[in-house]
């Protein structure tokens, strides 16, 4: 902030003696200081001479910011860890850190108990949330810093839980947009062997006048498999996510006359593609029929579903964080 001061302290001054040219005459200490300390912080396409400051508008502070916060996250990411990298890249998408503007509300389940609260913000920021060496629920598994086999441990039940408390709180989303929504539809009507549901919410009339069937899945950026990919491109685990529930769910769907919509969400709160674009009509509903700003709605949603999500992977972290009985 020292360096916009020293922008807007030259530009006044200069003002103040009867010249609106810009920031005055090139060898104005301050802006020399200025466009020296500037450019010691980003990268060399950033950079600014006193010759282009003088030509040019003043620049705003978000402006000059953006470009120092974008210079500090690139050097960030080339210093870390590829699993670092991942999170790096999943928490910096739009919307990810939704939940830390969510306005805490018991009734609605909408709040974060102290524990959990500094628990979820340690696994965020990628401080160490391991506590112990062990999973107690995996033999012989090490909990890892950054909370990966925590979030994804397939004993306890926790991942059910992960995925039907954001299943519950789409559902309840659509009922309040006087949406005609089903749970958990399509088992055995189709001729596949697996028996497994292609809809965790079935909504009528969807699309073009067909049902659809939401799906949902939570994945991880760190999972071993993907992370070769996520460590470069934000959302490469969602987008692998909503790749293979297209595959196993598509066909069922496409035999129901349903349309299959996988709503694929990174544990960071990275919603995909198709998950954007259902939030997105959903909002337009709720905007409706609460005569409200679709934009504040569409905030409202994802604050909600990201809350959710974060809520139940403290919890879990925490679980697992338990003194040895």
Avoid at 37 to 48: E, T
Avoid at 173 to 182: I, K, P, Q, T
Avoid at 300 to 316: D, F, K, P, W
Wanted: aromatic share 6%; charged share 15%; glycine share 6%.
């Amino acid at each position: 902030m020292m360096l916009l001061c020293e922008f807007y302290k030259y530009n006044n001054n200069n003002n103040n003696n009867n010249n609106n040219n810009g920031f005055g005459s090139a060898d104005s200490i301050h802006v020399q200081q200025a466009v020296v300390a500037f450019n010691s912080q980003v990268s060399l396409p950033n950079a600014i001479s006193v010759i282009s400051v003088l030509a040019s508008p003043t620049p705003t502070q978000k402006v000059l910011s953006r470009m120092i916060e974008d210079q500090l996250f690139s050097s960030l990411l080339e210093s870390s860890s590829h699993a670092n990298r991942a999170r790096l890249l999943s928490v910096a998408v739009p919307h990810s850190s939704s939940w830390l503007s969510v306005v805490p509300s018991t009734g609605l389940g909408l709040h974060l108990e102290s524990n959990e609260y500094q628990m979820a913000i340690k696994w965020w920021l990628g401080l160490d949330t391991s506590g112990r060496s062990m999973c107690p629920f995996c033999p012989n598994t090490a909990l890892d810093p950054l909370g990966h086999h925590a979030v994804t441990c397939r004993h306890g039940g926790d991942v059910v839980i992960h995925h039907n408390r954001l299943r519950d709180e789409i559902f309840d989303l659509c009922c309040h947009a006087h949406l005609s929504v089903r749970l958990e539809k399509g088992n055995g009507l189709t001729r596949d062997l697996d028996h497994t549901r292609p809809a965790d919410i079935l909504i009528a009339g969807w699309d073009r006048g067909k049902p659809a069937a939401l799906d949902i899945t939570i994945t991880s950026p760190l999972c071993p498999a993907i992370l070769g990919e996520s460590c470069h491109q934000a959302g490469a685990a969602v987008l692998a996510a909503e790749a293979r529930k297209l595959h196993s769910n598509g066909p069922k769907c496409q035999e129901l006359g349903w349309s299959c919509i996988p709503l694929a969400v990174e544990t960071y709160g990275n919603w995909g593609k198709e998950a954007q674009d259902t939030i997105s009509r959903l909002a337009s509903h709720l905007a409706t029929h609460q005569l409200s700003p679709k934009s504040s709605v569409v905030v409202e949603i994802y604050g909600r579903l990201n809350m959710t999500l974060i809520q139940s992977i403290a919890r879990v972290i925490l679980a697992r964080d338990l003194p040895p009985s």
